[in-house]
């Protein structure tokens, strides 16, 4: 640990500047009157403009990707070392709030901005990354900056087109990117030493807690899946209700089932019935079809796949006694990501120090961090959210929150870029 720290006056200087800043970047919107921005937009290009001018001022080296992302350096004292990877993403969904993503760019460079004021070098170098695309509203497919940086692109991503026809190789001309040159963004495995995210929770656990922030366990994993009961539909009139092989009967004795059987699995799982087509869906017809979606998500995997299971498992038994069928195909399959255990220790430590506690939690939305795994160690913050709520307009979160947010992400960085060593192999290790 170092022997100095950001004072309570800085912070609150600090997350004064970030909620403006956020409000700036609000204003950088594809639609009147609302938050959109989108991957390569014009107005994607206009919040990396003003980002990195921001980074400029704080002391750091400024560079566009060839995917997109704008990223920043502040050197450190060994230039040998692997740098600490700080950051988030910079698009947003349609008609969104000001505070997801871009919060934690801001207080990145916040946090770089207080070390160049004060003439400050960490033994490791600092980049910080506004990610291009996280949440894929463009172009269907997510996490396009991170991946970047990994040099994970599958090949078919820059054929994939929006609502008007643009692929994503005409939009990175478009641009000013040469599709070509996508693998440059490739970062080496030794550039980094760990990966530190502080977003907002986007839900409602913290604030439960009276907790201002929390360490992130996992985010978590996701199976999607089609599910179908094949009955028989029939006179609502004349066939009698022994007789009957209704679909939606089965499907509602299931569903009403699915909450109790998911609680009994933990806390942390959660099971979401989406969508409910009833066929053929008249008023005088018993239901012969039943077709809805599942959506089942958990920190841990194989707990994740024994839930879809036990899920599963339920809808066939319920089917077969009534003598109907069942069937379920998965469309979307992304396992846990689970947060190093040594930075969660270390974020613990600082949330200790600044705020006399360290809630943990899982994250139940995605995030960069996720691509990143694979590469680096991971680790996130969480920040309470008024009533959880997210990709909305009425998303907030409280400046004195963000301020004692700027202390333990500042106290958890400068122990990390502290650590003797090579830090990235020790926590690869552990």
């Given at each position: 640990?170092?022997?100095y ?29 609302q ?10 290009l206009?919040a ?5 001018e ?6 750091m ?53 207080f ?34 940086i ?15 026809g ?14 070509a ?19 907002i ?111 599963l ?15 379920a ?7 846990a ?18 705020q ?19 590469c ?55």
């Open positions: 640990m170092t022997d720290g950001m004072p309570e006056p800085s912070a609150a200087a600090g997350a004064r500047r970030i909620m403006e800043r956020c409000d700036i970047l609000a204003g950088i919107s594809e639609t009147p009157g938050l959109t921005r989108t991957y390569l937009s014009r107005e994607h206009l990396n403009r003003q980002v990195g921001w980074m400029r001022s704080a002391g080296r400024v560079w566009q990707d060839s995917v997109g992302n704008i990223c920043g350096r502040y050197e450190g004292q060994q230039q040998d070392l692997p740098a600490i990877l700080l950051g988030s993403h910079l698009d947003t969904v349609r008609n969104a709030g000001r505070y997801d993503g871009m919060l934690g760019v801001l207080a990145a460079i916040e946090l770089v901005y070390l160049h004021q004060r003439q400050l070098r960490l033994p490791r170098a600092i980049e910080v990354i506004g990610f291009a695309d996280e949440e894929g509203t463009r172009f269907g497919i997510a996490l396009l900056g991170s991946r970047g990994t040099g994970t692109w599958p090949p078919d991503w820059l054929g994939r087109k929006d609502e008007e643009i692929d994503v190789a005409q939009a990175m001309t478009r641009a000013g990117l040469d599709p040159l996508i693998l440059q963004a490739k970062r080496d495995a030794n550039a980094f030493a760990a990966y530190l995210e502080l977003h929770e986007q839900g409602p656990c913290l604030e439960q807690a009276g907790a201002a922030l929390g360490v992130v366990t996992a985010i978590n994993g996701a199976r999607r899946l089609n599910c179908r009961f094949a009955g028989v539909a029939g006179h609502a009139g004349t066939v009698p209700m022994p007789l009957r092989k209704d679909a939606l009967s089965a499907a509602a004795r299931w569903i009403a089932q699915i909450d109790d059987l998911t609680v009994a699995r933990g806390p942390q799982m959660v099971a979401t019935v989406g969508t409910l087509q009833c066929l053929p869906g008249a008023v005088n017809v018993i239901p012969g079809e039943v077709n809805l979606t599942l959506d089942v998500r958990g920190p841990d995997s194989e707990e994740l796949q024994g839930l879809v299971t036990a899920l498992g339920l809808a066939g038994t319920i089917a077969s006694r009534r003598g109907i069928g069942f069937s195909e998965e469309f979307y399959h992304i396992g990501t689970p947060c190093d255990a040594i930075l969660q220790a270390k974020l613990a430590e600082s949330l200790c120090r600044i006399g506690s360290s809630p943990r939690l899982p994250s139940g939305a995605g995030h960069d961090a996720i691509a990143l795994a694979a680096w160690p991971v680790g996130m913050l969480f920040i309470r959210c008024r009533r959880g709520i997210s990709h909305h307009p009425d998303e907030w979160v409280a400046e004195a929150d963000v301020a004692v947010a700027l202390r333990a992400y500042f106290d958890a960085v400068s122990a990390l870029t502290s650590t003797a060593g090579d830090i990235g192999v020790s926590l690869k290790a552990g």
